[in-house]
Nanobody, 119 residues
């Protein structure tokens, strides 16, 4: 059974930093693309960043480019989202997701972790 378990959310002041972690299990993820999405209160879910597990190619939403960094640690089998210069508008539930690199749809989702940025 595939599981994506997120951790690392919390409350931080504007300008601060947080690092989210996503630990996938249940299959080999080397042919997968790992991503972070977020859903702010009253808004639709939006894409944040993605990384190819094999090769490490990354892509970011314009709203987080230059402030967030997605990475993966093969030894730890973990995907990270390092968030810096946080803004109140970054407040959301953050979700880890995975899709096969040949697929357009994200098939696996974590339960989400809350990030709250106070002004």
């Amino acid at each position: 059974q595939v599981q994506l378990v997120e951790s690392g959310g919390g409350l931080v002041q504007a300008g601060g930093s947080l690092r989210l972690s996503c630990a996938p299990s249940g299959r080999t993820f080397s042919p997968y693309v790992m991503a972070w999405f977020r859903r702010a209160p009253g808004k639709e879910r939006e894409f944040v960043a993605r990384i190819y597990w094999s090769g490490g190619s990354t892509y970011y939403a314009d709203s987080v480019k230059g402030r967030f960094t997605i990475s993966r640690d093969n030894a730890e089998n973990t995907v990270y989202l390092q968030m810096s210069s946080l803004k109140p508008e970054d407040t959301a539930v953050y979700y880890c997701a995975a899709r096969h690199r040949a697929s357009a749809e994200y098939d696996y989702w974590g339960q989400g972790t809350q990030v709250t940025v106070s002004s």
